[in-house]
């Protein structure tokens, strides 16, 4: 199947590692023109230069304004950017008599924050031209909560009834907002949860974790322009996981 992303321009947000590198690595081998964001210069660079992204920009996501000014900045030297993919890095665990006010801050700022000011700056391109793909990375926990991930499942669940709004108000431009749903994958946010494979398989109905690519393959097809019709969806990639509808 053509993906038709050729030429196409995608800023992948939380990409030096993990399921945002391998969403930018989809996004590369279909012929788009990528940029990367992450944290740390080093490891970014470095990442950007091994899949042969176009850009890489640092950028710290828990900041207020740092993704308006990452949009920016890409559409800047892109010339605009046809796919968002918004990602971060997973908030830290705890109950909810243990977590601070600065850290249900901070993770408010990443996921949430980030995803709207990051929609806000790249619409007007994309409206522009009648056509985009915003892709917002989320979690399973959106749909069932996982023990103990109290701000990821509280904040991830909201970000379900924002991209059903905005998909019904872009739509009739061309643009298409979706959310893809991480189950259990092989990076390093799993093992700084102490989530191994032994532990959380025999969970899963595909008896193992997934690989990131599996999960970039997803964001690609969301991408895409035979995606043009789904709109306003959450699509989890878990090995079966979800035990809801
Ligand atoms: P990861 O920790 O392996 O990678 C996160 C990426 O985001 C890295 O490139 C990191 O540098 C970057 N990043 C972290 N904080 C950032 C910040 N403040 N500003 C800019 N970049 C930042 O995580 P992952 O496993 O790839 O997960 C990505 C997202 O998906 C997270 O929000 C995580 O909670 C969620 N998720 C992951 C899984 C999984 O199984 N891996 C499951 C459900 C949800």
């Known amino acids: 199947m053509d993906f038709g992303l050729k030429g196409r321009r995608a800023l992948v947000m939380g990409a030096s590692a993990g399921l945002g590198r391998a969403c930018a690595t989809a996004l590369v081998k279909e012929g788009a023109t990528v940029a990367l964001c992450a944290r740390g210069g080093d490891r970014l660079q470095a990442t950007a230069e091994a899949m042969g992204a ?3 920009v640092p950028c710290d996501l828990s900041q207020p304004g740092a993704a308006r000014a990452l949009v920016r900045e890409v559409v800047a030297k892109l010339g605009g950017v046809d796919i968002l993919v918004i990602n971060s890095g997973g908030p830290p665990p705890g109950g909810i008599e243990s977590i601070t006010d600065t850290q249900w801050q901070a993770g408010f700022q990443s996921l949430w924050m980030t995803a709207v000011d990051s929609i806000q700056e790249a619409l007007p391109g994309m409206k522009a031209q009648g056509w985009g793909r915003i892709v917002l990375v989320t979690s399973t926990a959106a749909r069932e909560a996982l023990p103990n991930l109290t701000i990821s499942n509280g904040l991830r669940a909201g970000l379900l009834g924002l991209v059903k709004t905005v998909s019904n108000e872009v739509g009739p431009h061309g643009i298409t907002v979706n959310a893809a749903l991480p189950g259990y994958h092989a990076t390093d946010r799993m093992k700084d949860l102490g989530l191994t494979d032994e ?4 969970q899963i109905p595909a008896r193992r974790l997934g690989r990131p690519e599996e999960f970039g393959a997803l964001v690609a097809f ?6 043009a019709y789904i709109n306003g969806q959450s699509i989890a990639c878990d090995g079966g996981a979800l035990r809801g509808f």
């Open 54 to 56: 176009a850009l890489a």
């Open 222 to 227: 969301l991408a895409s322009e035979p995606a």
């Open 199 to 202: 532990k959380v398989a025999p």
